[in-house]
Nanobody, 115 residues
Framework: QVRLVESGGGLVPAGGSLRLSCVAS????????SGWYRQAPGKQRELVTT???????NYADSVKGRFTISRDLAKNTMFLQMTSLKPEDTATYYC?????????WGQGTQVTVSS
């Protein structure tokens, strides 16, 4: 099993930036794909960005050019750099790690973008 803990959320004005972190612990050597997802009130959880074990990256169209996923494998940490934030980016952001075919989720961190 893998435990994931997100941090870095907060309240920012439109156009601002935030960097989210996700620290993994446990059987991190079993992680294959990982990524960031978000869920706004009343909406389904949606993919933001993913990164494969080999480093292949995928972004949702809504965040391309504004968000950047990265990781520090030595520290078992994944980051989401968010720039040019919009009110519609307001959501709870979750990190996910796939371990032996099973999804492991963090508890989420709230991002609120004011207009």
């Amino acid at each position: 099993q893998v435990r994931l803990v997100e941090s870095g959320g907060g309240l920012v004005p439109a156009g601002g930036s935030l960097r989210l972190s996700c620290v993994a612990s446990g059987s991190t050597f079993l992680i294959s794909d990982s990524g960031w997802y978000r869920q706004a009130p009343g909406k389904q959880r949606e993919l933001v960005t993913t990164i494969s074990r080999g480093g292949r990256i995928n972004y949702a169209d809504s965040v391309k050019g504004r968000f950047t996923i990265s990781r520090d494998l030595a520290k078992n940490t994944m980051f989401l750099q968010m720039t040019s934030l919009k009110p519609e980016d307001t959501a709870t952001y979750y990190c996910k790690a796939v371990v032996v075919g099973r999804d492991n989720w963090g508890q989420g961190t709230q991002v609120t973008v004011s207009s």
